[in-house]
C-alpha cells in the first residue's frame, strides 16, 4: 500500500515525499496577524476569507483561548463560490471597506490576507494603496509560515509603517525615565495575563517603569512610543524578537526558573543604572516570593523531585523554561521535551503520540493533544498539565504564572498538590454505591495465600509496573495484583499464569 | 444538491402556506446613535460550515477523518472539533504552498487517508476536502474507495460553498449513505423500474419495514422517548441519525419511513427518495406538532389507525398538561444557527412565548415553509435565513426581547444590554426537546432564564454603570 503514496504521476516525476502531520498545534500567518492586530481597539481588520475563516479565528477557537465572547474587530469580505472562481474578492474586499469606513471613520482598517485568498492571488496591495485614504495590505504568507513567524512579521509590520520614523524622545530621557517595553501578548498567547503580570513586577523591582505593553494592552496609535523605552522586553523565544531588533535597544527575553530570573533581574538593573536596587529586590524574593521553594525543598515533598519524570511539549518559552526549572534545577527526571516551533530532530506529534502510547511519564506539560494521546492509552496515573495551546481553558486568573520566580513557586505548587492528588486517589475507600463489593475485592486477596504466583507470572506483572510513573508503582502494584488474583479465583485456579496475568490485564 | 420537491408523506401541516415573497414587517426607525445600519450585512453567522460535517463523522466509531487543508483551518477545525465533537487524533498532510506548485493534491490526500487508516478498528476513512484543496481541485476519482481494506469516501465542504454547518451535516450524511445505502434498482413484471427497498423477504427485514428511522441530530434522550411512543403504535426505532454506528446508516434504505427532523437535509432526503423509502418532514415539538407528526408516522407507515390517533391524542394532552402547569410568559428572539430554530420558536409558541423574530443560517426550502407559515399564523414577524449578525442586533433594537437565544457575539451583544441571553448551541440545541418529555426540560429551562433578568441587569450595571434615561439611547456599537 505504501506504493500508492509513492507513485509518480503520470508522465511525471516522483513527487518529494508528502509531509503528514496529527493534529496541528501551530496554525497560520492570518491568524497570527487577526490576533497580534485585534489586540488593539483602535484597528479593524478585513479579512480577505470565506465564512469559516472568520468564524474560528474571530469566535469559535478565541472563546475558548481567551476567554472572551468574540473578537469584535473584525469583518471578513465572505468569499463566495462566484468570488473564488469568477470576480475575484476586491469588489467584496471594496464594498467592506466602503461599509466600514462609514462605521468606524477613526479606526484603522487594515486588509489581511487569507490561505485562500493567497491560492486564488488575490493582492489587493496595489488598489488599496491608492484609496484616499490608503488602506494597509498584509499579506500573510499562510500558505506558507506559521504563526510564530506570522505574529513575528506582523509586530515588525506595524512598527514599519506606524511606528518607526514618528517617535519623540531623545536617549537622555530614555534613560531618565527607565521606562521598559513589553513585547510579546497576543490573543492565542497560553496564560499570558498572569506571566505578564509577573514580567511586570519583575521588571519594576528591578528599578524600571512599565512603558508599552505591546500589542496587547497598546492602540495602534500608541506604536511610536514603542521608541521612548531604553530596553525591550521580549515575552517569547517564539516571536517577538524581530521588532525588538529592529528598535535598537538592548532585549531581555521574559525568564523562567530561578537561576534565569535571578540574571534577568540583575541584568535589567545593569541596563537601567538600578544594581542597588535590583539586589535588595532578590534578596526580598528569597524571603517572600520565593521561600515556599526553599521550604518545600527541605521539607518531605523535595525528596520525590528526584524519582519523578515528566515531559514537555509546548511553546519554545515554556519547553526550555520548563525543561530549566524541573530538571535542571530540581532534578526531575526528563522523559521527554519538544518545542513549538519545532527545533531540528525534535519529535512531531506523530511520533510524540507513539511514544506516550508506549509509556507514559508521572507528568506531562502540554496542549490538548497530548491529553488526547494519554486518553488513547487509558495513562491513569499520568498528570496531565496544560502548558500549551489547543485546548479549551481559561487563564485569565493573574495568579497562574509560568515566567519568573511566582511562576517558579506556581508550578511547583501545582506538582506537589497533583502528587497529593494521585495518592489519595489510590488509597482505599469504602464505596457507598456498592458497599458489598468492597467486601468482594478484599476477600480474594485475603484468601489469596492459598493462591501460588509462578515466576513467570511474576515477571509478566514487573514488567507491567514499569510502565507505570515510580510514585504511583507501589499503589498501582497492589492494584494489578487484587485484580490478577481476582480473576484467578473467579477462573477457579490455584496457580497464577501469565496466560492469568494476560487476561485480567486484558480486563477493563 | 439536487432540487427539492414536496416530500411524500408531508402530512404534517395540512395547509402549506406558500410563503415565498412574504414582506416581513415594516422596520421601526433606528435608534439614535446607532451605529450599526441595517443596511449592512456584513457579517454571516454559521460556525464554520466544515465543522458541520467533521461533528457527524468523527462522533461515528470506526471512522478516522483525514483533512485536506491549508494549517490555519486545519488548527482551527481540529480545536473545535476536539472541543464539540470527538477526542480523536485527526490526521492531515502538509498542504501550503510546496504542495501546490508541486501540484500532488492527490498523493497528499492519499497519504493522510493511509496514515488515518492504520488506526486499530478503522472501517472507514473520510476524506475532508476544504477550501483550499477544494480550489486545487481534489475530486473523487483521485482516491481510491479503498485503502488497506478500509472504505475512503471524499467529503467536499469548501466553506465558500456551503453557507452553514447544519448543510454540512447532511454532506457527510450524504455521503455515507450514498456509500452504504445507495438506491438498488429492480424491474417489476410490467417492465418498470423501481427502487427495490426489501433486500430479502426474511422476517427481520419485515420487522425493519415496520420501524423509522429519525434523520436530525438530537439529544440522546429524545431518540429514547420517540422510541417508546412508537412502539406503543407497534413501530418503533430503527436507527437516528447521525449516529455513531456506521451500521446504522446501511439500514436507512430498508427502514418503512424516514423521519426527518431537521430540515437541512435536503441532499440525504434526495438520496433516500430516490431508493423508494418515504419521508416524513416536521417533528414532534410542542402538542399540535407532535400530535400531527405521530399522526403522519402511522399513515407512512399505514398503522391501526384509531391506535395512532389514540396515541397521538394522548401525547398531545400530556404536552398540553405540561403547559397548562408551567405557561411560559415573555418575548423571546430565537437566533442559532444550528438550523432548528424554527422548531424551538414553535415549542416556545405553543407554551405561551411571544417569538416575534426567528434567525438561522440554514437556507429557506420546502422543509422549512411548514414551520414557517405556522409561526406567521401565530404572530412571528420575521424570519431571517442566511442571517447576519447585523440583523439580529437590529432585531434586538426593534423587539426589545426578554430573552434571547441566540449565536456568541448575539449573546454578548444582549447581555452588554442587561437582556438575559444564552448560546443557543450550547444551551439548547442540546437537550431534549421532543413530545411531552422534550417539552418539560425545554420548558423549565426558559422559565428559569427569563427569572433571572435582575441578575443581568445588575452585572450589566456593575460593569458599565448606570443605564441612561430610556429617551436618549447611548451609541451602541455592535460590533464593539
Known amino acids: 500500500m505504501e506504493d500508492i503514496v509513492r507513485s509518480s504521476p503520470a508522465g511525471g516525476k516522483p513527487h518529494a515525499p508528502i509531509e503528514l502531520i496529527r493534529d496541528l498545534e501551530s496554525t497560520s500567518g492570518y491568524w497570527a496577524a487577526v490576533w497580534t492586530m485585534c489586540t488593539m481597539p483602535d484597528v479593524h481588520v478585513i479579512c480577505d476569507a470565506p465564512i469559516g475563516c472568520f468564524n474560528l479565528v474571530a469566535t469559535a477557537v478565541p472563546d475558548y483561548t481567551d476567554a472572551i465572547p468574540h473578537i469584535h474587530n473584525i469583518t471578513p469580505s465572505v468569499m463566495r463560490e462566484q468570488e473564488v472562481t469568477m470576480l475575484g474578492t476586491a469588489g467584496a474586499v471594496r464594498k467592506t471597506i466602503e461599509a466600514l469606513s462609514q462605521l468606524y471613520p477613526d479606526k484603522q482598517l487594515i486588509v489581511v490576507s487569507t490561505a485562500e485568498s493567497e491560492m486564488i492571488s488575490s493582492d489587493h496591495s496595489d488598489w488599496l494603496s491608492k484609496l484616499d485614504p490608503p488602506i494597509p495590505f498584509f499579506w500573510s504568507r499562510s500558505l506558507e509560515g506559521d504563526e510564530w513567524e506570522g505574529r513575528d512579521r506582523a509586530l515588525l509590520w506595524l512598527w514599519e509603517r506606524f511606528g518607526a520614523g514618528r517617535a519623540k524622545i531623545s536617549p537622555a530621557d530614555q534613560q531618565a525615565g527607565r521606562l521598559v517595553n513589553i513585547i510579546g501578548p497576543t490573543y492565542g498567547c497560553f496564560n499570558s495575563p498572569s506571566d505578564l503580570h509577573e514580567v511586570k513586577r519583575l521588571i519594576e523591582g528591578a528599578g524600571g517603569r512599565v512603558n508599552l505593553v505591546y500589542p496587547m494592552e497598546a492602540t495602534l496609535k500608541d506604536t511610536p512610543r514603542l521608541a521612548e523605552s531604553a530596553v525591550n522586553v521580549v515575552m517569547y523565544r517564539e516571536f517577538g524578537e524581530l521588532l525588538a531588533q529592529a528598535l535598537g535597544k538592548p532585549y531581555l527575553f521574559a525568564p523562567m526558573g530561578i537561576q534565569q530570573t535571578t540574571a534577568f533581574i540583575r541584568r535589567m538593573g545593569e541596563l537601567l543604572g538600578t544594581q542597588a536596587q535590583a539586589e535588595v529586590f532578590i534578596e526580598q524574593e528569597k524571603r517572600t516570593t520565593l521561600a515556599p521553594l526553599w521550604d518545600l525543598w527541605r521539607g518531605p515533598q523535595g525528596d520525590w523531585f528526584a524519582t519523578t519524570d515528566f515531559a514537555v511539549v509546548a511553546g519554545r518559552t515554556y519547553t526550555e523554561g520548563l525543561v530549566r526549572l524541573l530538571a535542571d534545577e530540581l532534578g526531575m527526571k526528563l522523559a521527554f521535551a519538544s518545542s513549538r516551533p519545532r527545533q531540528p530532530g525534535e519529535m512531531d506529534n506523530i511520533q510524540i503520540r507513539e511514544t506516550l502510547h508506549k509509556k507514559q511519564p508521572a507528568f506531562v506539560f502540554g496542549s490538548l493533544n497530548e491529553k488526547i494521546y494519554l486518553t488513547e492509552a487509558q495513562a491513569k496515573a499520568t498528570h496531565f498539565v496544560p502548558a500549551a495551546f489547543p485546548g479549551a481553558v481559561v487563564r485569565r486568573a493573574l495568579g497562574t504564572p509560568f515566567i519568573g520566580y511566582s511562576g517558579v513557586i506556581y508550578i511547583v505548587q501545582e506538582i506537589v498538590n497533583r502528587y497529593y492528588e494521585l495518592v489519595f486517589n489510590f488509597l482505599p475507600f469504602d464505596n457507598v454505591a456498592a458497599a458489598g463489593q468492597l467486601k468482594a475485592v478484599n476477600n480474594p486477596l485475603a484468601s489469596a495465600n492459598k493462591l501460588t504466583w509462578s515466576e513467570a507470572a511474576r515477571a509478566r506483572l514487573e514488567q507491567q509496573l514499569e510502565g507505570i510513573p515510580w510514585i504511583s508503582r507501589i499503589s498501582a502494584s497492589r492494584e494489578l495484583r487484587t485484580k490478577v488474583e481476582i480473576h484467578a479465583i473467579r477462573q477457579q485456579v490455584r496457580e497464577v499464569t501469565p496466560e492469568i496475568v494476560e487476561q485480567a490485564l486484558a480486563q477493563p | ?480
Not at chain 2, 431508493?275 to 407507515?301: C, D, F, M, Q, R
Not at chain 2, 395512532?308 to 428572539?333: H, M
Open chain 2, 1 to 480: 444538491m439536487d432540487p427539492i420537491t414536496v416530500p411524500e408523506g408531508n402530512l404534517i401541516t395540512p395547509n402549506l402556506i406558500e410563503t415565498k415573497g412574504t414582506p416581513s414587517e415594516p422596520r421601526s426607525p433606528l435608534p439614535a446613535g446607532h451605529s450599526v445600519s441595517p443596511d449592512h450585512h456584513l457579517t454571516p453567522q454559521t460556525m464554520c460550515p466544515a465543522f458541520g460535517s467533521l461533528r457527524v463523522l468523527t462522533r461515528i466509531d470506526g471512522v478516522q477523518t483525514a483533512m485536506v487543508t491549508d494549517t490555519g483551518c486545519l488548527y482551527g477545525l481540529t480545536f473545535v472539533t476536539h472541543f464539540y465533537a470527538s477526542r480523536k487524533s485527526i490526521a492531515a498532510p502538509a498542504f501550503g504552498t510546496k504542495e501546490l506548485v508541486a501540484g500532488n493534491v492527490a498523493e497528499a490526500a492519499l497519504a493522510a487517508c493511509l496514515e488515518a487508516s492504520k488506526m486499530p478498528g478503522t472501517k472507514l476513512v473520510a476524506a475532508i476536502s476544504l477550501c483550499v484543496a477544494e480550489t486545487a481541485g481534489l475530486t473523487e476519482e483521485m482516491l481510491p474507495s479503498q485503502i488497506n481494506g478500509v472504505d475512503v469516501i471524499l467529503v467536499r465542504v469548501p466553506a465558500y460553498a456551503i453557507h452553514s454547518h447544519p448543510e454540512a451535516k447532511d454532506v457527510a450524511i450524504n455521503a455515507i449513505l450514498k456509500r452504504y445505502a445507495p438506491p438498488k434498482m429492480e424491474v417489476t413484471g410490467d417492465g418498470v423500474e423501481k427502487p427495490l427497498t426489501y433486500d430479502s423477504g426474511n422476517e427481520d427485514e419485515e420487522a425493519l419495514r415496520r420501524k423509522v428511522i429519525m434523520l436530525g441530530e438530537v439529544f440522546p434522550a429524545d431518540p429514547i422517548s420517540v422510541d417508546a411512543v412508537l412502539k406503543r403504535l407497534g413501530s418503533g426505532l430503527a436507527a437516528n441519525l447521525p449516529s455513531r454506528n456506521l451500521d446504522d446508516y446501511k439500514l436507512a434504505r430498508r427502514v418503512g419511513a424516514i423521519a426527518a427532523v431537521h430540515p437541512f437535509y435536503g441532499g440525504s432526503v434526495a438520496t433516500l427518495r430516490a431508493a423508494g423509502v418515504p419521508i416524513i418532514s416536521g417533528a414532534p415539538v410542542g402538542p399540535e406538532a407532535t400530535y400531527n407528526w405521530i399522526k403522519a408516522v402511522g399513515a407512512a407507515l399505514k398503522l391501526d389507525p384509531a391506535l395512532t390517533e389514540q396515541v397521538a391524542a394522548e401525547e398531545r394532552d400530556k404536552c398540553q398538561s405540561i403547559i397548562g402547569q408551567f405557561p411560559l410568559e415573555g418575548r423571546v428572539l430565537v437566533c442559532g444557527y444550528e438550523g432548528n430554530e424554527l422548531l424551538y420558536a414553535r415549542l416556545l409558541v405553543e407554551a405561551g412565548a411571544e417569538v416575534p423574530y426567528i434567525s438561522t443560517s440554514i437556507q429557506k426550502s420546502l422543509y422549512t415553509a411548514a414551520d414557517e407559515a405556522w409561526l406567521k399564523a401565530r404572530g412571528t414577524r420575521e424570519i431571517v435565513y442566511q442571517k447576519t449578525l447585523e440583523q439580529d442586533v437590529h432585531a434586538l433594537d426593534t423587539y426589545k426581547p426578554d430573552l434571547v437565544l441566540g449565536t456568541t457575539p448575539l449573546s454578548a451583544e444582549a447581555k452588554a444590554r442587561g437582556i438575559p441571553a444564552m448560546y443557543y448551541t450550547n444551551m439548547l440545541s442540546v437537550r431534549p426537546m421532543f413530545l411531552s418529555a422534550g417539552l418539560a426540560g425545554t420548558i423549565q429551562l426558559i422559565r428559569e432564564a427569563l427569572e433571572r433578568a435582575p441578575r443581568y441587569a445588575w452585572m450589566r450595571e456593575f460593569f458599565e454603570g448606570p443605564r441612561p434615561a430610556e429617551a436618549s439611547p447611548s451609541a451602541v456599537n455592535t460590533m464593539d
